[in-house]
C-alpha cells in the first residue's frame, strides 16, 4: 500500500477510439507533451500493430519523452502484436509493454472459441515474451468484470508468475457498479498468493456512467493504479475522466488518504486542448473542466459564495486552471502584458507561436471592443499545429443575399507557398465557401455536424464553429473563431480537409 496512486493516461490510445477522435502523429506529441507536463505516470501512446501510423505515432512519443513518463504500447496476446510493441518503444528509458487477452464467459464462447485452460496458457506464453524484451509489464484479463473470480483470480496469478508488474482490472464494457467492482478487487487481493508482487489497476468504460465511481471504489479496495483519459474521452460512452478522478482523491483526501502526482492547474488547459483536437466538445456542466463547472445562477448560492466561497464551491477555480471571461486587454495592451497574461492563463509559448497568437490579438481588438480570457484561449487553441497543415487560407470574398445564388471566390496558399484561386456556388455563403476549398484542396466532403457558438459576450463576441465532415469512410473535425462567422466556417472547413488529406497521405496498413 501506498499513499500515492499512479494515473496512467490512455487518451492517445482507448481515447483515440472514439469514432472521429483520430490524431496525427504532431497531435499526438502536443498531447504527449502536455501530458507529460500535467505529471501523468503513464502514457499508453497506442497499438503498434494497428498501422503503421500508430508504430510511428507510440515510436514518436517514446523516443521524446521516455525518459519523462512511462510509454506503454498496446498488444494482444500474440507474437506479431508485441514484437511491433517492443520496437514501438524501444527508445525509451521508460517502458512498458502492455498485453491484454480476454476471459469472461461470453468472449471465451463467441469471441475467442478458446476454453480456460487455453486462456490460462496463452496468457502466461505472452506476458512471459513481453517480460524478454522490457521489465515493466502489464496484463489485462478482458472483461474481467463479467469473469467468473475463482477464473479471474488463477489466470491474474499465473501472469504475475509469468512475470506482469501491474495486473489491471478492466470493465471492458462499463457493467460494473462501485460495490461489484471492490468486491473483484477485494477477491483478488484475498485469494491471489502473489498479488503483492504487482500493482493492481482499475481500467472502467462509462456505459452507465459509473467509470469514475468504479475506479473510486477500486482505489478504496486496494488498487494503486487508474487508467484514464482527458475528459473521458473514449469507445462508446467513454473512459472515467482523468481531471475528475485527480480532483475526487485531492479534493477527498480525507477520505482516501492517498494523492497524485497531478499538477492540477493545467487540468483545464489540457481539456481544451484535446477537445480542440479531437473535436469532441466538453459539455457545459462536465465536471471539474466544463465551462458552468464553477458558475453560480441561484440567488441563495450567489449570496453564500459572496460571504464564503466554500459555501458552495469545493475546490477552487485556480486548483484546476479554469478561465472564466474576465475582461483582461484591449487595443492599446502591449505585447509584455499579453505575454504575462497568457503564462497566466497557464501557456508557455515559444517566442515566434506567441508572436503569431499576439498579432491575431492585435486584429481582434481592432473587431471587437473588449477581448476577453476566453477569446485569447480561443486564439492560442486555434493556433494549434496551424503551421503542419496543407493549405492555409489567405482571403476569400462573398456574394450572397435575397435573390442572389450565393457565390464564394477563395484563395488559399499550399506548404510549397503556391498561391490557388477558385469559385464555387452553392445554397448560402458557408455552403458555397466549403464548396469552394474542396475544389482548390481536391478533396470531396460531406458535411455531417456543424455548431457555432459565441465565446465571450457582447455583439461583437467570436463566434467558434465546430464542424465535423465525412471523407472515404472517415470522420474529421475542424474548429475556428473569428468574429465573422463566416470566415470561423472557412478555417474550420480547411482544418477538417487538411486532416483528411494528411491522412489519405500516410502509407496505408500492410
Keep these: 500500500m501506498t ?19 483520430s490524431m496525427t502523429v504532431a497531435e499526438k506529441m502536443k498531447i504527449a507533451e502536455a501530458l507529460v507536463e500535467l505529471g501523468v505516470d503513464v502514457i499508453e501512446a497506442g497499438f503498434p500493430i494497428a498501422s503503421p501510423g500508430d508504430f510511428e505515432a507510440v515510436k514518436a512519443v517514446a523516443n521524446r519523452f521516455g525518459d519523462r513518463a512511462i510509454i506503454c504500447a498496446l498488444a494482444r496476446c500474440r507474437k506479431d502484436d508485441i514484437d511491433r510493441a517492443a520496437a514501438a518503444v524501444a527508445g525509451a528509458a521508460k517502458k512498458r509493454i502492455h498485453v491484454f487477452l480476454a476471459t469472461s464467459a461470453i468472449h471465451r464462447e463467441f469471441k475467442l472459441k478458446m476454453a480456460k485452460d487455453e486462456i490460462a496458457r496463452a496468457a502466461v506464453e505472452h506476458v512471459a515474451l513481453a517480460k524478454s524484451y522490457c521489465e515493466d509489464v502489464e496484463f489485462s484479463p478482458e472483461d474481467a468484470a463479467r469473469t467468473e473470480l475463482d477464473f479471474l483470480a488463477e489466470v491474474v496469478e499465473k501472469a504475475i508468475a509469468a512475470g506482469a508488474t ?6 471492458t464494457v462499463g457493467y460494473a457498479v462501485p460495490s461489484h467492482y471492490h468486491r473483484v478487487i477485494t477477491y483478488l487481493k484475498q485469494n491471489v498468493s502473489n498479488i503483492d ?15 469514475v465511481a468504479n475506479s473510486l471504489a477500486a482505489v478504496e479496495a486496494g488498487a494503486r493504479q487508474v487508467e484514464c483519459t482527458i475528459n473521458g474521452l473514449g469507445e462508446r460512452a467513454g473512459n472515467a475522466a482523468l481531471e475528475e478522478i485527480v480532483m475526487a482523491l485531492r479534493t477527498r483526501r480525507d477520505y482516501f488518504g492517498i494523492d497524485t502526482r497531478i499538477q492540477t492547474s493545467k487540468l483545464c488547459g489540457l481539456s481544451r486542448m484535446v477537445s480542440t483536437v479531437t473535436g469532441m466538445v466538453v459539455q457545459r456542466n462536465k465536471a471539474i473542466v466544463g465551462q458552468n463547472a464553477f458558475a453560480h445562477e441561484a440567488g441563495i448560492h450567489q449570496h453564500g459564495m459572496l460571504q ?25 495592451s502591449g ?40 477569446d485569447i484561449v480561443a486564439l492560442i487553441d486555434s493556433r494549434v499545429d496551424a503551421d503542419a497543415e496543407a493549405w492555409h487560407l489567405l482571403r476569400f470574398h462573398i456574394a450572397a443575399g435575397t435573390g442572389t445564388i450565393p457565390t464564394a471566390t477563395v484563395e488559399l496558399r499550399n506548404e510549397r507557398a503556391e498561391v490557388v484561386c477558385d469559385a464555387a456556388i452553392g445554397d448560402g455563403p458557408v455552403d458555397a465557401v466549403c464548396k469552394a476549398l474542396e475544389r ?12 457555432v457558438r459565441s465565446v465571450s459576450e457582447g455583439q461583437d463576441a467570436q463566434g467558434e464553429v465546430l464542424l465535423e465532415i465525412q471523407c472515404q469512410g472517415r470522420r474529421y473535425h475542424g474548429k475556428a473563431v473569428s468574429t465573422d462567422i463566416v470566415e470561423a466556417s472557412a478555417q474550420a472547413y480547411l482544418k477538417a480537409l487538411n486532416k483528411a488529406l494528411l491522412k489519405s497521405r500516410e502509407t496505408p496498413a500492410s
Excluded at 499513499?3 to 487518451?11: A, S
Excluded at 482548390?440 to 455548431?451: M, P, R, S
Design 3 to 21: 499513499d500515492m496512486v499512479t494515473i496512467f493516461d490512455t487518451t492517445l490510445r482507448d481515447g483515440e477510439q472514439s469514432p472521429g477522435c
Design 335 to 374: 505585447r509584455h502584458a499579453f505575454r504575462t497574461r497568457v503564462v497566466e492563463l497557464g501557456y508557455n509559448l515559444e517566442d515566434v507561436a506567441l508572436q503569431k497568437v499576439f498579432d491575431d490579438f492585435i486584429a481582434l481588438a481592432d473587431k471587437k471592443k473588449d477581448v476577453y480570457d476566453a
Design 440 to 451: 482548390i484542396v481536391g478533396i470531396a466532403a460531406t458535411l455531417e455536424d456543424y455548431q
Design 197 to 211: 508482487r504487482a500493482v493492481i489497476s482499475a481500467h472502467c468504460h462509462n456505459d452507465l456512467g459509473l467509470a
Design 166 to 171: 501491474t495486473v489491471n482490472i478492466p470493465d
Design 308 to 332: 464564503d466561497r466554500s459555501t458552495y464551491e469545493i475546490m477552487r477555480p485556480d486548483d484546476v486552471g479554469y478561465v472564466g471571461t474576465n475582461l483582461v486587454l484591449g487595443k492599446h
